[in-house]
């Protein structure tokens, strides 16, 4: 009980802060007009690096607009791509042209973090989640379409698969956050948290090389993107609704289930692929060798692989 508390603790304030600032005009992620709009140009040279054909699309919603990046083949599978924390759906771009080269992909920015969504309401219940997912999957008319999550996208990911009533098909968990356990590893990710508090370009590196085995690897377009996230992002204290799904709830997710996990990830570790294996009936887990949390850029062709050879 006690390391629960503790990590409960470590997530107010790591996600939890109110920011000092004043806000200057109404937004619910950035401070100011200068803040947002350094932001969204970092997000659309980073979005370059996809290096595919993408549509951009606002689709407006009963909690704001959701912004959708869409793009592969219009003929393969609908393939639903949610990113991690303040990571947004440029993300992907190291594993964008394998994903879409037989899938119809469906990036979608999360309504409460930098990115290109914009949030109407003050602030998002788990039903309000969910219900805002499915409004942009009936918009897009989805049927028994995969999706990919990772980190907080891969929370989501499993929010939405234990709802009665969904339209998902295969399911790939990359490291999800607080999803089968607190975190445990709570003094490694302390870099994160100084991040959010003292934002730094110093605090920066260091909180990617605990995430990360191989920060050389990530772009420097999109390191710059990923660190205003972090420097002119407000806090917020979302992460104390994602708890970790009871074992009833895996026990009612009857979809195949891919759960890849790094050997040196700070947020899961091989006690959580034993809750995989235990109450997820139809799944399967992978430990990918010298990768962090941020596996998918740490071990990009092993986990391209994994991901392709799963849904297909």
Not at 174 to 197: E, N, R, Y
Request: glycine fraction near 4%.
């Amino acid at each position: 009980m006690a390391r629960k508390v503790l990590n409960l603790m470590l997530l107010f304030l790591l996600f939890g802060c109110a920011s000092s600032k004043k806000a200057k005009f109404e937004d619910y992620v950035f401070q100011t007009k200068k803040e947002k709009q350094s932001y969204l140009n970092s997000y659309d040279k980073a979005l370059k690096l996809w290096d595919i054909p993408y549509a951009e699309e606002n689709i407006k919603t009963s909690f704001g607009t959701a912004h959708v990046i869409v793009a592969g083949t219009k003929n393969g599978k609908d393939l639903v791509l949610l990113h991690g924390m303040d990571a947004s759906s440029t993300m992907w771009y190291p594993n964008i042209k394998v994903l879409a080269k037989n899938h119809r992909i469906y990036a979608i920015d999360f309504l409460i973090e930098p990115g290109k969504s914009s949030l109407t309401a003050k602030s998002l219940s788990k039903e309000d989640i969910v219900a805002w997912y499915n409004e942009i999957f009936a918009h897009y008319k989805l049927k028994k379409f995969n999706i990919i999550g990772a980190s907080r996208g891969g929370w989501i990911t499993t929010l939405l698969a234990v709802q009665k009533e969904n339209s998902i098909d295969k399911i790939v968990l990359l490291s999800p956050a607080q999803t089968f356990k607190f975190i445990d590893k709570v003094g490694k990710t302390s870099s994160a948290l100084m991040l959010k508090l003292f934002p730094s370009e110093k605090r920066f590196g260091k909180t990617l090389k605990t995430f990360s085995t191989h920060p050389e690897k990530i772009s420097p377009v999109y390191k710059r993107q990923f660190y205003l996230a972090n420097k002119y992002a407000k806090s917020n204290s979302s992460m104390l609704k994602m708890m970790p799904f009871s074992n009833e709830e895996l026990k009612s997710i009857k979809n195949p289930v891919l759960v890849l996990i790094g050997d040196k990830d700070v947020i899961n570790s091989e006690e959580s692929l034993e809750k995989v294996k235990e109450f997820l009936p139809n799944s399967k887990t992978k430990i990918i060798k010298d990768a962090g949390h941020f596996l998918s850029i740490d071990q990009t062709k092993i986990v391209n692989d994994a991901m392709v050879d799963f849904l297909e």
